[in-house]
């Protein structure tokens, strides 16, 4: 039996995939209500361009894979939580039809997604009012539910959550006062900052953070400031803004609790699992994939990568296995990480797709990728940055079985 972790786009790809890939029996376990995860209250469209060729809304989105699962009968579990995994593939699970259950799995694939970080993970001084919301929380309010936060708005962090809040509130005829962002440069894709906050004029104040938070019972204001390159507040920039609402768009993280119960090694960077390109983890026939493994700009890219774990938990479940000859991936040079964290050179893929994020903004260079020292594959940007995620696919005959591979930035 094939257990996939999860409902969301990432999980429902790949039980699909591991489906249509000659596997029969499939339970698909969630804790929330309904499949679709995150992507049910992102209402906004620019979903599926990729993938579909076409453009979608979140919700649309999520629903054509939950059609899929239906037309193939995989078996769903809604309202079940996963409480632990083992590496000899035991899962511990409940809900309140079956109870307490002890599952027996051939192959597990993690595809729990991401949560986002909270106030807790910011020390800002204040005090504890209602009205600080995290981005995501907000938008479940606004979208889900038709309720809104506040109507005078400051956004902390310009991830892409924080930056479709910042119009969302707009819209719904709110004041956003500033979207503020501790970084030189956004974290969000350069389309959301035009489309949310330049076709709205809201200002984007790089290099600024809050340092304060004032209210009582209720956020009345926050001051922000500049800060200076180890960042730190620079005290003649404070600035006092009259808000009763401030968002929090600062992160995401992997969500790998139970990965950790499996002892599944972690990536320090992308705090998600160390991946092959079969997005096997470190524990075999367990595979991992989306937002659980790296956090992705485009639910396209987590599609694709999902499908790839499917296949790869069903040539598992099948014994169709090939034998181990791995080499390294390494990022240098400009280049914060790499998924894949390894290649089987005797994978049945033909192309290995390589994913990565650079660790600042650049501008006319060349991405080289190197096996050794010989240079497989190079391309030129004349813009690259943090917030945009990266990906090349290289020739799998290109790879010598002596070297690593690297990845790298290049001035032109």
Avoid: W
Wanted: glycine fraction near 8%; charge should be negative; include cysteine.
């Amino acid at each position: 039996m094939l257990i996939v972790i999860g409902a969301g786009p990432a999980a429902m790809a790949a039980a699909v995939s591991a489906y249509d890939n000659g596997v029969r029996d499939i339970l698909v376990l969630e804790r929330d209500t309904k499949t679709g995860g995150i992507l049910n209250q992102c209402i906004h469209n620019g979903f599926g361009l990729h993938y579909f060729k076409e453009e979608l809304t979140g919700p649309e989105y999520a629903e054509r894979f939950s059609q899929e699962m239906k037309k193939r009968n995989i078996r769903l579990m809604l309202d079940t939580m996963v409480l632990d995994i083992t590496e000899n593939k035991i899962v511990t699970a409940i809900n309140k039809e079956e109870g307490l259950m002890i599952l027996k799995a051939d192959a597990i694939i993690l595809a729990m997604g991401c949560r986002e970080r909270t106030r807790g993970a910011l020390n800002i001084a204040g005090t504890r009012p209602s009205g600080i919301f995290s981005a995501g929380s907000a938008q479940l309010f606004v979208n889900i539910h038709g309720m809104m936060p506040g109507k005078e708005v400051v956004v902390l962090g310009s991830g892409d959550i924080g930056l479709i809040m910042a119009r969302r509130m707009t819209l719904e005829g709110a004041k956003v006062h500033a979207v503020c962002e501790l970084l030189p440069y956004s974290g969000g894709l350069n389309r959301n900052i035009v489309q949310c906050l330049n076709d709205f004029d809201i200002p984007l104040k790089l290099s600024h953070t809050v340092v304060q938070i004032h209210g009582e019972e209720r956020l009345t204001g926050v001051t922000i400031a500049k800060v200076d390159k180890n960042f730190k507040p620079i005290p003649e920039t404070f600035e006092y803004i009259p808000c009763d609402t401030l968002l929090l768009s600062v992160g995401l993280i992997p969500e790998n609790e139970l990965s950790l119960k499996a002892n599944i090694a972690i990536d320090n960077i992308t705090s998600g699992p160390i991946v092959n390109e079969s997005m096997q983890t470190s524990v075999e026939g367990i595979f991992a994939c989306g937002n659980v493994v790296h956090v992705h700009d485009l639910v396209d890219f987590v599609t694709l990568e999902s499908e790839r774990a499917g296949k790869s938990a069903a040539q598992y479940i099948l014994c169709e296995k090939s034998e181990q000859n791995y080499i390294q991936t390494k990022a240098k040079n400009g280049i914060r990480y790499i998924v894949p964290h390894k290649i089987n050179l005797n994978s049945y893929l033909e192309e290995i797709p390589f994913f990565f994020r650079t660790d600042n903004i650049y501008r006319n260079v060349e991405i080289l990728v190197k096996s050794g020292r010989d240079i497989i594959k190079k391309i030129k940007k004349k813009h690259v940055a943090p917030g945009e995620m990266e990906n090349i696919n290289i020739d799998k005959k290109l790879l010598k079985s002596d070297s690593e591979i690297t990845i790298e930035l290049s001035e032109v």
